[in-house]
């Protein structure tokens, strides 16, 4: 075995606006745009989103902040960043292993379900040219084959592109993708907002019921927004290890963590209002008991049935371009997922840049396809890793930088690029939620939610 790597194959941002771009490109993906709108409809609507936005503001964006100055201050993958700060401890790594593994498995349906995206970008095409056996071929998301097929695909795209490094490669790519992301979603909206039914989709989303507050709404969304702002599992920890020593972290987390939950609730007011749309125009949502019918085929029904609706031309422009923005979105992020094994490769075992990322690429396809042809796995791997991995992960990390790294040496290494951290309310409250709000709070509703499932 070489010897671990100090060179340069592990790379830098450029710019700042590059990092937070490809940062923000992480958190948004299928999580913000299907995960997210899914969750709201099946959780009774504006109760979730209220969770879920305190969720990300009071326990991810400390969290995010952590994680990104333990990546900078040590320029390390997570299992060598609790290394480099706990030397001694053959504890600590392995909290960085974990997340590293769950970063591997959840990028292991990820890939099945950006492939979907892609998919139905051919089948909303070929609907519309009145093709409908291949667009019904298209739409088959339970064909093992094609899903392999497009999981393949999107891991050979996510490869290449972190082949190309760092700044070159996961840097430009994103710089381009997510301003076309935006605008699409954007153009989207202003339509829907303007159609008949739209009125009532926005009522349910912004309107909180409070009777449906419960210990798995509150699981969910506090699973939901660590998967969001891609936190648990290092992935920030990694991204922040490239990060230059002037840039102020608090900051870019602040812009990053605006961006992922902006653009998740941008996403609501296309898909809560559409699927009412859809429902006015015949298509079945809901069960008698008010139960969304196909929670994990919102996206992929109703949408699609709504574009239909539409008609020409104005359809076919709206599904094919959904579906290729969601398909971006996913790319940005399967990339960051990517990015996490390959960094530890690359930092613990002296691999080049480019062996590292084919040789995890081709691992992690392997369980993709197997993913692919047994797709009731996704649901257990979402539970597991998402569920509980990340928010463990989050919990974990609060609790090695509040009373192993110490979260003052923490703000020493976040002054390098904010000198007067020490005067602002930051350094004050940002420590005590480290400590204290984070760990007691992610603690808290993991047990509540064991109690709930086997008490
Ligand atoms: N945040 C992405 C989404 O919303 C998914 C993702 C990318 C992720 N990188 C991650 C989730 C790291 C957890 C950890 O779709």
Redesign the pocket.
């Known amino acids: 075995m070489a010897a671990p790597s100090t060179t340069n194959d592990r790379g830098s941002w450029n710019s700042k606006l590059g990092f937070i771009l490809a940062a923000a490109g ?7 745009i299907w995960g997210f709108p899914t969750q709201v409809a099946s959780n009774g609507g504006g109760a979730f989103l209220l969770i879920y936005l305190l969720c990300s503001f009071l326990i991810g964006f400390p969290v995010m902040t952590a994680e990104l100055t333990m990546g900078r201050k040590t320029g390390k993958n997570p299992f060598g960043a609790f290394k480099a700060i706990r030397p001694d401890s053959k504890f600590y790594p392995l909290i960085g292993l974990w997340g590293v593994i769950c ?1 591997v498995m ?1 990028l292991s349906f990820y890939t099945v379900v950006a492939g979907w995206a892609f998919s139905y970008v051919f089948a909303e095409l070929f609907f519309f040219l009145e093709m409908p056996a291949a667009s019904a071929w298209f739409a088959d998301i339970g064909n093992g084959v094609l899903s392999a097929v497009l999981a393949t695909l999107f891991m050979v795209a996510t490869v290449g592109i972190i082949t190309g490094g760092v700044s070159g490669g996961i840097e430009r790519a994103t710089k381009t993708l997510m301003p076309t992301l935006i605008g699409i979603l954007i153009i989207l909206i202003g339509y829907i907002l303007f159609q008949p039914g739209a009125y009532e989709g926005i009522r349910t989303y912004l309107y909180p019921d409070f009777t449906s507050i419960t210990p798995t709404l509150i699981f969910d969304a506090m699973g939901q927004a660590f ?7 290092g ?1 920030l920890i990694t991204y922040g290890s490239y990060l230059n020593k002037k840039e102020n972290i608090p900051q870019a987390a602040a812009f990053v963590t605006l961006a992922d939950v902006g653009i998740a609730f941008l996403a609501g007011f296309l898909i809560i209002p559409a699927m009412y749309m859809a429902q006015n125009a015949g298509v079945e949502i809901f069960n008698e008991a008010g139960q969304l019918l196909e929670e994990d085929t919102l996206v992929f029904q109703v949408l699609p049935e709504l574009f239909h609706t539409i008609g020409m031309p104005v359809g076919l422009i709206f599904g094919v371009t959904f579906f290729f923005l969601l398909s971006i979105a996913a790319l940005t ?1 399967t990339i ?2 990517l990015e996490v094994p390959v960094a530890f490769a690359i930092d613990e075992f002296g691999w080049r840049r480019k062996v590292a990322a084919r040789v995890v690429g081709v691992g992690i396809l392997a369980v993709s396809i197997l993913v692919a042809f047994n797709q009731s796995l996704i649901g257990t791997f979402v539970t597991i890793f998402n569920g509980v991995g ?1 928010p463990l992960g989050g919990f974990l990390i609060c609790y090695f930088i509040a009373y192993v790294w110490k979260t003052d040496n923490a703000l020493d290494e976040m002054e390098l690029g904010y000198v007067n951290i020490r005067q602002s309310l930051f350094s004050k409250i940002w420590p005590l939620f480290i400590k204290i709000v984070c760990p007691l709070a992610i603690l808290y509703v993991l047990i509540q939610k064991l109690v709930e499932s086997f008490g």
Do not use: D, K
């Not at 998967?227 to 599992?233: A, N, P, Q, T, V």
């Open positions: 992480s958190a948004v993906g299928l999580g913000n970063g959840i998967f969001s702002l891609s936190l648990g599992m992935a992020s960051s997922l990340l």
